[in-house]
C-alpha cells in the first residue's frame, strides 16, 4: 500500500529540547516536503527536498532543519523548539511525473510548552 | 503571486441538502488544482484532481468540482451532503511549470452539517 508513515503522531515538549520527527515513504517519490497547518492559515510549506541530498527553505523555515539522506527519509529537526512551534505537522511526497498526486502523511500534532 | 483564497471559513448546511465550496486561484498560467478533506484527527486526502482535459471533474465521495478558467475559480459541490462530510475542505494549487515544488493551499473551510 502506497504511504507516506509519520512519527510520532502526538509529541509534547519542553521549550529547547531537541527533537526529530521522521518521514519516509514507500513509493520511490522524488520530492518530499514538509508543511505546518495552523487555524486560519491553511499549510504552509516549510522545507522541500526534490531527490537525494537536494534540500530547499519553503515559506516557514525558520526553526527548522531537515536532511534527505535516502530517497525514502526526510526527517524534520526542531534543535530547540519554541512555543510558536505548536503546530500540526504533515510530510508529503510526490513523484517526479507532474500528473501524480500528493501523498500526505497522518500528521504530528506537537506542543511546545 | 501564487495563491489560493477560500472565501468561506464556516459552512452549515442541512443534511441531504446540496453544497458548494468557494475556491479561486490566482497563476498566470493552468494550474494543477485540488481538492483534500481532513476529517478531524486525520490526515489530508484527496478528493479530487484537475490536470487536465474536461472541465468538470468527478472525485470519491460523490463530490465533484468544476475549473472555470475564465473566473479563477475551481468550486467543490456534492449533491446531497451526508453527516459524514463534516470536515475541514482545502482547495490547492500546484503551478504547472516543470521545478514547481510547492502545493499552495488555500486557507481552509470548515463544513458542519446540521441534522
Known amino acids: 500500500e502506497a504511504q507516506v508513515t509519520q512519527n510520532p503522531r502526538y509529541l509534547i515538549t519542553v521549550t529547547g529540547k531537541k527533537l526529530t520527527v521522521t518521514c519516509s515513504q514507500n513509493?520511490?517519490?522524488?520530492?518530499m516536503s514538509w508543511y505546518r497547518q495552523d487555524p486560519g492559515l491553511g499549510l504552509r510549506q516549510i522545507y522541500y527536498?526534490?531527490?537525494?541530498?537536494?534540500?530547499d527553505k519553503g515559506d516557514v523555515p525558520e526553526g527548522y532543519k531537515v536532511s534527505r539522506k535516502e530517497k525514502r527519509n526526510f526527517p524534520l529537526i526542531l534543535e530547540s523548539p519554541s512555543p510558536n512551534q505548536t503546530s500540526l505537522y504533515f510530510c508529503?511526497?510526490?513523484?517526479?511525473?507532474?500528473?501524480?498526486?500528493?501523498?500526505f502523511g497522518q500528521g504530528t500534532r506537537l506542543t511546545v510548552v | 503571486a501564487q495563491s489560493v483564497t477560500q472565501p468561506d471559513i464556516h459552512i452549515t448546511v442541512s443534511e441531504g441538502a446540496s453544497l458548494e465550496l468557494r475556491c479561486n486561484y490566482s497563476y498566470g498560467a493552468t494550474p494543477y488544482l485540488f481538492w483534500y478533506v481532513q476529517s478531524p484527527g486525520q490526515g489530508l486526502q484527496l478528493l479530487l484532481k484537475y490536470f487536465s482535459g474536461d472541465t468538470l471533474v468527478q472525485g470519491i465521495k460523490g463530490f465533484e468540482a468544476e475549473f472555470k478558467r475564465s473566473q479563477s475559480s475551481f468550486n467543490l459541490r456534492k449533491p446531497s451532503v451526508h453527516w459524514s462530510d463534516a470536515a475541514e475542505y482545502f482547495c490547492a494549487l500546484l503551478p504547472g511549470y516543470s521545478s514547481a515544488s510547492k502545493i499552495i493551499f488555500g486557507s481552509g473551510t470548515r463544513l458542519s452539517i446540521r441534522p
Open positions: 508529503a511526497s510526490r513523484g517526479f511525473d507532474r500528473n501524480t498526486e500528493a501523498f
Open positions: 527536498s526534490m531527490n537525494v541530498e537536494v534540500t
Open positions: 513509493m520511490n517519490h522524488e520530492y
